[in-house]
C-alpha cells in the first residue's frame, strides 16, 4: 500500500462565490470581502501556516448566461459574477509568504503567447520560483462573444490552438535566454551577452512569433504546469503537458481507472507515470465528533443555493437546465463546453442534479470527526492512485481553519502529511527534482 504524503491546493477564485454557491450569505464567510487585498494576504499566512502546497486559484471569462438564457441568478447569487483577475493578487501574497505555491488559472484563446510568457516570467521571479499555471482554453460562448468571436471554438480545435500555444511559450521561456546570458558585470559595462539571447522564429497555423524573450530565465523558467481534462483530447493534451492533473470522480474505483488512463497516455507520450501528480477536487466539513460534523452540514444547508449549483452547471454542460421537467432524462447531446462533464450526468434528471448540489456543488463531500476524514482522503490517495487534493472552500477561511486545526495533525501522526516545507521552487518541492522541467518534457527540446 502506497505510503505517500498527501499534497494539498486550496481551490479558491477572485470572487464572492466559486464552488459552493450560496454560502457567501452564511454569517461567518468572508468571500464579500475578496476585493481588499488582506483578504488575500490573510488567507495565503493561514495556508503557510497549514504547510498547503498551494493555492489554486481558478477563473473564467464570460459569464454563465446559459440557465434560463440569462444573468438573473448568476447575478442574484454572485455565481463567479463579479469576478477579478487573479494574477494581480499573486505579488501581494508571495510578499508575506515563503514556501506558499500558487497555481493560476489563464484562458490561452484569448492571450498573445509573446505577451503571456513574459507575465508568468514576471511572476515566477517575484515569488522565487513559486507560480504554476493552470492551462485553459475556455467553455463558455459568452466569453468567445465578449472577445470579438461569434462562437466558441470546437472543443478539439481549442486543444489543437493550445498544443500550438505551448510550442511558442516554450520556445521563448526554454530556449531564447541561454543559463548564462545574464553577466551583471558594473565595472565592464555588461549586463548581459547579446550573442547567448536568441530570436524564436515561429510560424504555426495559429501564431506567428518572432522575438526575444523579453524576461531573463526565472527560477522555473517554465511555470509549473496544471491541466484539468478528461476527454480523449483532453487527456492526449496532459499526457504531453501537464505537471499536475485535475481529475474528479464519484468514487475511487472510477477515480483509479481515470488516473491510470493519464499515466498511461504519460508513458506513451514518452514520459514517465509518476511525471504527473494527480489531484482530486474535495470538500470537507470537519468536527471534533462526527454528530457536531453532521450538525455543522446541516446548519450549511440552510445557507445553500442548489438552484445556484445547477445555474453555474447549466454553462459546464451547454445546456438549459431549467427547460427540462424535474424528472426529464437529460440528455446533453453535442456540446462545445466541458465533454467529459457533460457526458458523465448524460441521462440524470434535474431533481437528480439539484439533490446533488444540495450544498450548493457537487463536489465530493467528506463529512466526520478528524479520524473519519483522514480515513476518507487516505482512501482517495491509495485506491484511487492519486497525489492529493484541491480542498474547496465551503466557508472562507472557516473551512481551511478547520481543516488545518484539525486533519492536518491527523495526517502528520499517520505519516501522510509532511511536518515543514522542503526548500525550493513550486516544482522542486512536488517532484523532489530540479526547478527546471524533466528532459522528458517537449519544453527540454528547445533548450540551448
Same mark, same amino acid.
Given at each position: 500500500?502506497? !505510503?505517500?504524503?498527501?499534497?494539498?491546493?486550496?481551490?479558491?477564485?477572485?470572487?464572492?462565490?466559486?464552488?459552493?454557491?450560496?454560502?457567501?450569505?452564511?454569517?461567518?464567510? *468572508?468571500?464579500?470581502?475578496? =476585493?481588499?487585498?488582506? /483578504?488575500?494576504?490573510?488567507?495565503?499566512?493561514?495556508?503557510?501556516?497549514?504547510?498547503?502546497?498551494?493555492?489554486?486559484?481558478?477563473?473564467?471569462?464570460?459569464? /454563465?448566461?446559459?440557465?434560463?438564457?440569462?444573468?438573473?441568478?448568476?447575478?442574484?447569487?454572485?455565481?463567479?459574477?463579479?469576478?477579478?483577475?487573479?494574477?494581480?493578487?499573486?505579488?501581494?501574497?508571495?510578499?508575506? =509568504?515563503?514556501?506558499?505555491?500558487?497555481?493560476? =488559472?489563464?484562458?490561452?484563446?484569448?492571450?498573445?503567447?509573446?505577451?503571456?510568457?513574459?507575465? %508568468?516570467?514576471?511572476?515566477?521571479?517575484?515569488?522565487?520560483?513559486?507560480?504554476?499555471?493552470?492551462?485553459? =482554453?475556455?467553455?463558455?460562448?459568452?466569453?468567445?462573444?465578449?472577445?470579438?468571436?461569434?462562437?466558441?471554438?470546437?472543443?478539439?480545435?481549442?486543444?489543437?490552438?493550445?498544443?500550438?500555444?505551448?510550442?511558442?511559450?516554450?520556445?521563448?521561456?526554454?530556449? $531564447?535566454?541561454?543559463?548564462?546570458?545574464?553577466?551583471?558585470?558594473?565595472? !565592464? *559595462? *555588461?549586463?548581459?551577452?547579446?550573442?547567448?539571447?536568441?530570436?524564436?522564429?515561429?510560424?504555426?497555423?495559429?501564431?506567428?512569433?518572432?522575438?526575444?524573450?523579453?524576461?531573463?530565465? $526565472?527560477?522555473?523558467?517554465?511555470?509549473?504546469?496544471? !491541466?484539468?481534462?478528461? $476527454?480523449?483530447?483532453?487527456?492526449?493534451?496532459?499526457?504531453?503537458?501537464?505537471?499536475?492533473?485535475?481529475?474528479?470522480?464519484?468514487?475511487?474505483?472510477?477515480?483509479?481507472?481515470? $488516473?491510470?488512463?493519464?499515466?498511461?497516455?504519460?508513458?506513451?507520450?514518452?514520459?514517465?507515470?509518476?511525471?504527473?501528480?494527480?489531484?482530486?477536487?474535495?470538500?470537507?466539513?470537519?468536527?471534533?465528533?462526527?454528530?457536531?460534523?453532521?450538525?455543522?452540514?446541516?446548519?450549511?444547508?440552510?445557507?445553500?443555493?442548489?438552484?445556484?449549483?445547477?445555474?453555474?452547471?447549466?454553462?459546464?454542460?451547454?445546456?438549459?437546465?431549467?427547460?427540462?421537467?424535474?424528472?426529464? #432524462?437529460?440528455?446533453?447531446?453535442?456540446?462545445?463546453?466541458?465533454?467529459?462533464?457533460?457526458?458523465?450526468?448524460?441521462?440524470?434528471?434535474? *431533481?437528480?442534479?439539484?439533490?446533488?448540489?444540495?450544498?450548493?456543488?457537487? /463536489?465530493?463531500?467528506?463529512?466526520?470527526?478528524?479520524?473519519?476524514?483522514?480515513?476518507?482522503?487516505?482512501?482517495?490517495?491509495?485506491?484511487?492512485?492519486?497525489?492529493?487534493?484541491?480542498?474547496?472552500?465551503?466557508?472562507?477561511?472557516?473551512?481551511?481553519?478547520?481543516?488545518?486545526?484539525?486533519?492536518?495533525?491527523?495526517?502528520?501522526?499517520?505519516?501522510?502529511?509532511?511536518?515543514?516545507?522542503?526548500?525550493?521552487?513550486?516544482?522542486?518541492?512536488? %517532484?523532489?527534482?530540479?526547478?527546471?522541467? #524533466?528532459?522528458?518534457?517537449?519544453?527540454?527540446?528547445?533548450?540551448?
Amino acid at each position: 500500500m502506497s !505510503q505517500k504524503e498527501i499534497l494539498l491546493n486550496a481551490f479558491t477564485m477572485n470572487c464572492v462565490g466559486h464552488i459552493h454557491h450560496g454560502m457567501w450569505t452564511h454569517p461567518a464567510d *468572508r468571500s464579500t470581502e475578496f =476585493t481588499s487585498l488582506n /483578504y488575500w494576504l490573510d488567507l495565503a499566512r493561514l495556508l503557510e501556516k497549514g504547510l498547503f502546497d498551494g493555492m489554486f486559484i481558478a477563473d473564467i471569462l464570460g459569464v /454563465y448566461d446559459v440557465y434560463q438564457q440569462g444573468i438573473g441568478i448568476t447575478a442574484r447569487e454572485s455565481i463567479q459574477l463579479p469576478v477579478n483577475d487573479p494574477l494581480l493578487l499573486i505579488s501581494g501574497m508571495a510578499s508575506v =509568504t515563503e514556501h506558499l505555491g500558487f497555481g493560476v =488559472t489563464a484562458n490561452l484563446s484569448y492571450e498573445a503567447p509573446y505577451a503571456f510568457a513574459r507575465r %508568468f516570467s514576471t511572476l515566477d521571479h517575484l515569488t522565487q520560483g513559486r507560480i504554476g499555471w493552470n492551462i485553459v =482554453t475556455g467553455y463558455l460562448d459568452s466569453a468567445a462573444r465578449a472577445m470579438g468571436q461569434s462562437q466558441l471554438m470546437n472543443h478539439d480545435r481549442r486543444y489543437d490552438q493550445a498544443d500550438e500555444f505551448l510550442d511558442v511559450a516554450y520556445q521563448l521561456w526554454e530556449g $531564447s535566454w541561454q543559463d548564462d546570458a545574464l553577466v551583471i558585470d558594473k565595472l !565592464q *559595462r *555588461r549586463y548581459a551577452n547579446a550573442q547567448k539571447i536568441h530570436e524564436i522564429d515561429h510560424h504555426g497555423e495559429f501564431y506567428q512569433v518572432r522575438g526575444y524573450h523579453l524576461s531573463s530565465p $526565472s527560477p522555473q523558467r517554465t511555470p509549473l504546469l496544471f !491541466q484539468a481534462g478528461s $476527454s480523449p483530447r483532453g487527456i492526449a493534451f496532459a499526457a504531453r503537458h501537464a505537471e499536475c492533473s485535475f481529475v474528479n470522480a464519484a468514487s475511487p474505483q472510477a477515480l483509479k481507472v481515470q $488516473s491510470q488512463r493519464l499515466r498511461q497516455a504519460a508513458v506513451a507520450a514518452g514520459r514517465q507515470p509518476d511525471d504527473i501528480r494527480i489531484f482530486m477536487g474535495i470538500s470537507v466539513i470537519v468536527a471534533a465528533s462526527e454528530q457536531e460534523a453532521q450538525e455543522k452540514y446541516r446548519s450549511y444547508l440552510e445557507y445553500a443555493s442548489p438552484e445556484a449549483g445547477i445555474a453555474h452547471f447549466s454553462s459546464s454542460i451547454g445546456l438549459d437546465l431549467a427547460a427540462f421537467e424535474l424528472d426529464e #432524462p437529460i440528455r446533453s447531446g453535442d456540446t462545445r463546453a466541458i465533454q467529459s462533464v457533460s457526458q458523465a450526468f448524460d441521462g440524470w434528471t434535474r *431533481r437528480q442534479i439539484l439533490a446533488q448540489h444540495a450544498l450548493g456543488s457537487r /463536489y465530493p463531500l467528506i463529512i466526520g470527526d478528524p479520524s473519519q476524514v483522514a480515513d476518507a482522503l487516505i482512501t482517495w490517495i491509495d485506491e484511487g492512485d492519486i497525489d492529493g487534493f484541491n480542498l474547496t472552500r465551503i466557508l472562507n477561511p472557516q473551512s481551511y481553519q478547520d481543516f488545518i486545526d484539525m486533519v492536518v495533525p491527523e495526517l502528520q501522526q499517520r505519516g501522510r502529511y509532511k511536518t515543514a516545507y522542503r526548500s525550493g521552487s513550486l516544482r522542486q518541492k512536488l %517532484f523532489q527534482h530540479s526547478d527546471r522541467l #524533466p528532459t522528458s518534457h517537449p519544453a527540454a527540446h528547445w533548450r540551448r
